[in-house]
């Protein structure tokens, strides 16, 4: 299958710092891409849909100008969490879809936890 | 948007066949039932997905009902390694590869 990777795995970060997280498809190429949250013991959350070359899409109650998703080439895109504070700690998660055709589902990377102290 | 139903939990014992079951009684016509599981702090893996016709691949089986209200993914013989959370989703939108939102999901423990 389908390889995405996400860097850094884990970072810890003081409050107020902004931390960039970033999603690459290995093998195939992605026009759209898409973060989700994770909170310890939760389900994932749906932030936003990232859309190579466009404005992302958030959904209800996530905050934009607080999380920046840049999709700037088919196999990259970023999430950058602005003057982070602890309640942002979390586990964040990308997925992306492959464009070609060849494959049926959407492949998802291994995730980075963030701390914010 | 289609939503499902599955139990929080369920034990499995190693070597054996393992049930998951998934209600979604307002799945629409052109909604596809995918399944993905998350072993502990890492990305959702990919399991499977169908629209009616029963489905078989290299990791599990989907039967889906004839009603398309719920579907039982199998995992036929289960391993220590298949200890996660699985989750059926069905997918949202009329796009093919529309976005998909988690639910609870099952914790399933595979016991020796």
């Known amino acids: 299958g389908a390889v995405v990777s996400q860097h850094p795995s884990w970072v810890i970060c003081k409050s107020g710092t902004s931390v960039k997280i970033e999603c690459r498809s290995l093998d195939f190429q992605a026009t759209t891409m898409f973060w989700y949250r994770q909170f310890p013991k939760q389900s994932l959350m749906l932030m936003a849909t990232?859309?190579?070359?466009?404005?992302?899409?958030?959904e209800q109650g996530v905050e934009k100008d607080k999380f920046l998703i840049n999709h700037a080439s088919l196999t990259l895109s970023t999430l950058t969490v602005t003057s982070a504070h602890p309640e942002d700690s979390s586990f964040y998660i990308c997925?992306?879809?492959?464009?070609?055709?060849?494959?049926?589902?959407?492949?998802f990377g291994p995730g980075t936890r963030l701390t914010v102290l | 948007d289609a939503k499902t139903t599955q139990p929080p939990s369920m034990d499995c014992a190693e070597g054996r066949a393992a049930n998951l079951p998934c209600n979604h009684s307002t799945i629409s016509g052109n909604e596809y039932v995918y399944w993905y599981r998350q072993i502990h702090s890492q990305g959702p893996q990919y399991i499977i997905h169908g629209l009616k016709n029963n489905e078989t691949n290299e990791m599990a089986s989907l039967i889906i009902t004839e009603d398309r209200k719920s579907s039982t993914l199998i995992l036929p013989h289960a391993t220590l390694r298949d200890t996660a959370v699985y989750y059926c989703?069905?997918?949202?939108?009329?796009?093919?590869?529309?976005?998909?939102?988690f639910g609870a999901g099952t914790q399933v423990v595979v016991t020796p």
């Open positions: 989703i069905v997918r949202v939108g009329t796009d093919s590869w529309g976005k998909l939102q």
């Open positions: 997925s992306a879809r492959d464009t070609s055709g060849v494959y049926n589902e959407q492949f």
């Open positions: 990232s859309n190579e070359g466009s404005k992302a899409t958030y």
